[in-house]
């Protein structure tokens, strides 16, 4: 769990290209985005993703599984869920090669510490997608590493083949298929036993597969430890009853029970960057002068927590009856 954006940096908004669109798996699909004039796109670091702006759908956050030393394209992976918000049906339903999509980044919560001695990662499903950057990133540096892949099936683990080419090279994956005869789900615990004592250990997956691995980890050194969530924990507070001063804006504003702050602030006519609602894309990450704020987010570490540097106004609420911020 990582926050290493910077709240007064909001990231580019780039009006790109969707080059080719890739069927990976059933489900998945990979999509290709370039400048339509062939400049070169912001750069990112291995674990960065984007956000597509998706019209009145809002915006949905997809990491970047390309090799972070290209320049000319992103490239994400979307995988289609009926039972989701609408953002990846809208991907797979109505996004064409050669239309043109909005998009905001990169930005990154989840780094990769490239200079550990050993990097072990675990993938759930498409939660694979942010491992393939870093694995490039660290066969690029001669650097150690090991891929655990939970996967139902063989036919399902999407981007399989080029995972074992990278392989090739210092690193390993091993499968795990969940929906075999012989296939079972492995124990978290049992993947990080025996793990080099320098190693960094990563988890990207479905939220029963990040408790189990926070569960694992308990007595890990907390710097060692990274994960990334795909959707939030809690829900948002909107219990309200509390003012936000926005310094910044030099407004003071009531945050009327109902609403978030990140709607109050919005209604006031102030312009907060902002993309998944739900406190997981950090895109809404704000420094907090004064006051205690009631965390809901899925992105801040319990220290940086506790410390109340920053929150994410889309989904936190306040603990105190004033909340200075540097809005």
Same mark, same amino acid.
């Given at each position: 769990?990582?926050?290493?954006?910077?709240?007064?940096?909001? *990231?580019?908004? +780039?009006?790109?290209?969707? @080059? /080719?669109?890739?069927?990976? &798996?059933?489900?998945?699909?990979?999509?290709? !985005?370039?400048?339509?004039?062939?400049?070169?796109?912001?750069?990112?670091?291995?674990?960065?993703?984007?956000?597509?702006?998706?019209?009145?759908?809002?915006?949905?956050?997809?990491?970047?599984?390309?090799?972070?030393?290209?320049?000319?394209?992103?490239?994400?992976?979307?995988?289609?869920?009926?039972?989701?918000?609408?953002?990846?049906?809208?991907?797979?339903?109505?996004?064409?090669?050669?239309?043109?999509?909005?998009?905001?980044?990169?930005?990154?919560?989840?780094?990769?510490?490239?200079?550990?001695?050993?990097?072990?990662?675990?993938?759930?499903?498409?939660?694979?997608?942010?491992?393939?950057?870093?694995?490039?990133?660290?066969?690029?540096?001669?650097? *150690?590493?090991? +891929?655990?892949?939970?996967? @139902? /099936?063989?036919?399902?683990? &999407?981007?399989?083949?080029?995972?074992?080419? !990278?392989?090739?090279?210092?690193?390993?994956?091993?499968?795990?298929?969940?929906?075999?005869?012989?296939?079972?789900?492995?124990?978290?615990?049992?993947?990080?036993?025996?793990?080099?004592?320098?190693?960094?250990?990563?988890?990207?997956?479905?939220?029963?597969?990040?408790?189990?691995?926070?569960?694992?980890?308990?007595?890990?050194?907390?710097?060692?430890?990274?994960?990334?969530?795909?959707?939030?924990?809690?829900?948002?507070?909107?219990?309200?009853?509390?003012?936000?001063?926005?310094?910044?804006?030099?407004?003071?504003?009531?945050?009327?029970?109902?609403?978030?702050?990140?709607?109050?602030?919005?209604?006031?006519?102030?312009?907060?960057?902002?993309?998944?609602?739900?406190?997981?894309?950090?895109?809404?990450?704000?420094?907090?002068?004064?006051?205690?704020?009631?965390?809901?987010?899925?992105?801040?570490?319990?220290?940086?927590?506790?410390?109340?540097?920053?929150?994410?106004?889309?989904?936190?609420?306040?603990?105190?009856?004033?909340?200075?911020?540097?809005?």
């Amino acid at each position: 769990m990582n926050s290493n954006s910077n709240p007064a940096t909001e *990231p580019e908004v +780039l009006k790109l290209l969707v @080059k /080719s669109i890739t069927y990976e &798996a059933p489900g998945i699909h990979s999509l290709e !985005l370039v400048d339509p004039l062939g400049a070169e796109l912001p750069a990112f670091d291995a674990g960065a993703h984007i956000d597509l702006h998706l019209g009145g759908i809002g915006a949905r956050s997809y990491s970047l599984l390309n090799p972070p030393q290209e320049r000319q394209r992103y490239v994400v992976a979307v995988q289609k869920q009926a039972a989701g918000r609408g953002g990846s049906r809208h991907v797979h339903d109505a996004i064409r090669v050669g239309d043109t999509v909005t998009v905001g980044g990169p930005r990154n919560n989840f780094p990769l510490a490239a200079d550990a001695l050993a990097s072990v990662f675990i993938a759930g499903g498409i939660g694979v997608t942010p491992f393939l950057a870093m694995a490039a990133r660290l066969r690029a540096l001669g650097q *150690p590493w090991k +891929l655990h892949y939970i996967a @139902k /099936s063989v036919d399902s683990a &999407a981007f399989a083949d080029r995972l074992r080419a !990278l392989a090739d090279d210092g690193g390993q994956v091993v499968f795990h298929f969940t929906r075999t005869p012989s296939g079972r789900r492995p124990a978290l615990a049992d993947l990080i036993t025996g793990m080099d004592r320098g190693a960094h250990v990563y988890c990207c997956g479905p939220e029963a597969m990040i408790q189990a691995f926070e569960q694992a980890t308990q007595g890990l050194p907390a710097g060692q430890v990274h994960l990334e969530r795909f959707s939030a924990t809690q829900a948002a507070d909107a219990s309200g009853g509390f003012t936000v001063n926005a310094v910044r804006s030099a407004k003071m504003v009531f945050v009327e029970p109902g609403k978030t702050i990140l709607d109050a602030l919005l209604d006031a006519g102030i312009d907060v960057a902002h993309s998944c609602m739900e406190g997981v894309c950090a895109a809404c990450e704000t420094r907090v002068i004064e006051g205690i704020p009631d965390h809901r987010d899925a992105v801040l570490s319990p220290a940086e927590r506790q410390s109340n540097a920053t929150m994410m106004v889309c989904c936190s609420g306040s603990k105190s009856s004033l909340l200075v911020l540097d809005v």
